[in-house]
Nanobody, 120 residues
Framework: QVQLVESGGGLVQAGGSLRLSCVAS????????MGWYRQAPGKQRELVAS???????NYAESVKGRFTISRDNAKNTMYLQMNSLKPEDTALYYC??????????????WGQGTQVTVSS
């Protein structure tokens, strides 16, 4: 199984920047997809950005041009660089990995979440 630990959240003023990190451990060889999701109070969890093993990235329209997702395979770490932050970016941010186990079964793993709060 894969374990994920996020860090890097905090309180920032509008227009500021934060970088989130997600460190993967365990059976990381099976990971084929990783993504950042967020959930604001009273709203559904939504995909913010994702990256595949091949390096293909995908972004929510609301963050395009402001957020950048990346991976450092040597450190087993995924990042989300968030620039030009807006109050509407305030949410609990989760890291997710999709992996295939040794039996061929695929499964999803979530981190515990890290809070991002953007003040106006």
């Amino acid at each position: 199984q894969v374990q994920l630990v996020e860090s890097g959240g905090g309180l920032v003023q509008a227009g500021g920047s934060l970088r989130l990190s997600c460190v993967a451990s365990g059976s990381i060889f099976g990971i084929y997809f990783m993504g950042w999701y967020r959930q604001a109070p009273g709203k559904q969890r939504e995909l913010v950005a994702s990256i595949t093993n091949g390096g293909s990235t995908n972004y929510a329209e609301s963050v395009k041009g402001r957020f950048t997702i990346s991976r450092d395979n040597a450190k087993n770490t995924m990042y989300l660089q968030m620039n030009s932050l807006k109050p509407e970016d305030t949410a609990l941010y989760y890291c997710k990995a999709s992996a295939q186990g040794t039996t061929g079964r695929t499964y999803d793993v979530w981190g515990q979440g890290t809070q991002v709060t953007v003040s106006s």
